[in-house]
């Protein structure tokens, strides 16, 4: 046991003072027949340089984008991230830190959740958020529960257009607290219908841009929601609001999202950062924490968390919420992302993610596909094609371009769809190559 320092001697000593005569001792209660017999059946060891030369051969068995193209979004996308990210969140200071919960100790981390917040109100123009939600999804569950709790009703209304995990997701959320999800119907990849908006709906949810990388009506969801009184809750992509109208200017009561495009990357699906905004009057409502600027008894600005008492961990069975801990590594990576650009970089990054997407769709419908839906895009947009849009996407994975999300496991009648994400790090060369090889695929 190379790695364990203790001598023949130790253990015995150790043994002796617990007063028990082997280390099998330990485990009187494992019964017999359980316990291992042996040597465990694994490979032989290998010294670190040649297990580090194994571990490369099985690394390069993936597929990775050092060798692909991504046009693959669905909430999740390939942006790029400034080297100052990485930087500062490799400090020693930030990356073991957890939970701030001593402010005399924590004031640099405190001031950088503080600025989060700060930021993330201002991108979605409200008035306040907070800090520590888990992902956009179950940032958008948290806030449907949280407007059952203030109407005090028991059914929510969301969109067909959300991201289909995120509405299993709000689900499984619903179904635990007997609140009913009902469906607001699509067209055109549009949220239209209204219908199902009642007198006993808490809140009406879109997403904005939605699933499809079609741009809401938020005036149309703003009016019906407020037709029964109920509340609005948008799901905003951060950076489509770098161009877009916030939902704020729409009377979003509510705005939350997925800060992964901000500074965080791709990874294997995650780590993820969940947004939450909402209007003043709910800031004893929310879930999470908020990190609040003060003074101390000196007069000096300061930082601490407040209003926690909404929190699992502080009230038990009485919380608002379940989420108990926080995300402020992820939070501090789109921190310092948006500082790293500001308004004017954000701004140029959805500027140049819009010029790409319409030159990726000239350019692939001229390739024999069309597009599916007729409403203005942010970013992304559905591809009808004349075969599978899985056995395109395969056939294309083996030439270097993930093409996209194949989207007929989420509706059979998208079959031949595929929803293509190009952001502002695809290239026109990367773009017409793309086009050149479906239009092959596709025998055009």
Not at 26 to 40: A, S
Not at 338 to 362: D, P
Request: net charge negative; proline share 5%; with cysteine.
């Amino acid at each position: 046991m190379p790695y364990i320092p203790h001598t023949e001697q130790d253990v015995r000593e150790m043994l002796a003072t617990i007063g028990v005569d082997s280390i099998d001792d330990l485990f009187v209660e494992i019964p017999e027949d359980l316990r291992l017999k042996g040597q465990l059946d694994i490979p032989k060891q290998m010294d670190e340089h040649t297990l580090l030369g194994y571990m490369q051969g099985l690394s390069e068995q993936n597929l990775d984008l050092s060798r692909t193209v991504c046009y693959l979004g669905a909430g999740i996308y390939d942006r790029f991230i400034p080297s100052t990210v990485g930087a500062v969140l490799s400090r020693g200071e930030f990356l073991t830190a957890y939970t701030p919960y001593q402010p005399e100790a924590s004031q640099g981390y405190l001031q950088t959740i503080y600025e989060f917040q700060s930021m993330v109100a201002e991108l979605y123009g409200m008035d306040i958020a907070n800090a520590s939600m888990y992902d956009g999804a179950t940032s958008m569950a948290e806030a449907a529960i949280m407007a059952t709790g203030i109407k005090k009703r028991n059914r929510v209304a969301a969109s067909r257009a959300i991201h289909p995990n995120s509405r299993k997701v709000l689900g499984t959320y619903c179904w635990s607290m007997d609140v009913q999800v009902d469906d607001l119907h699509t067209e055109d990849g549009a949220t239209t219908d209204w219908s199902n908006v009642t007198e006993d709906t808490a809140c009406v949810i879109v997403q904005y841009p939605n699933f499809y990388g079609v741009i809401e009506d938020l005036a149309a969801a703003r009016k019906a929601a407020d037709k029964v009184g109920a509340m609005l809750i948008v799901v905003a992509d951060p950076t489509a609001c770098g161009i877009l109208p916030p939902p704020g200017e729409f009377g979003a009561d509510v705005v939350v999202g997925e800060g992964q495009p901000l500074g965080i990357p791709m990874g294997f699906g995650g780590p993820l950062l969940g947004l939450f905004a909402c209007k003043t009057e709910y800031v004893r409502l929310i879930p999470g924490r908020i990190v609040g600027r003060t003074t101390d008894a000196e007069g000096r600005t300061g930082f601490t968390m407040t209003l926690r008492t909404r929190e699992q961990d502080i009230r038990r069975e009485k919380a608002t919420s379940n989420i108990c801990t926080n995300e402020a590594l992820m939070a501090l990576a789109s921190t310092v992302y948006m500082s790293a650009l500001g308004k004017n970089g954000l701004r140029k990054v959805a500027e140049t993610s819009v010029r790409n997407t319409q030159y990726a769709i000239q350019k692939l419908t001229e390739a024999g596909g069309r597009l599916r839906f007729g409403g203005k895009v942010f970013g992304e947009f559905v591809l009808e094609l004349p075969k599978s849009a899985s056995a395109v996407r395969d056939a294309l994975l083996e030439q270097g371009i993930l093409a996209g999300l194949p989207l007929g496991d989420y509706d059979p009648t998208l079959e031949n769809c595929l929803l293509i994400a190009v952001t502002e790090v695809r290239t026109k060369a990367q773009i017409d190559d793309f086009a050149m090889k479906l239009k092959k695929e596709l025998g055009n």
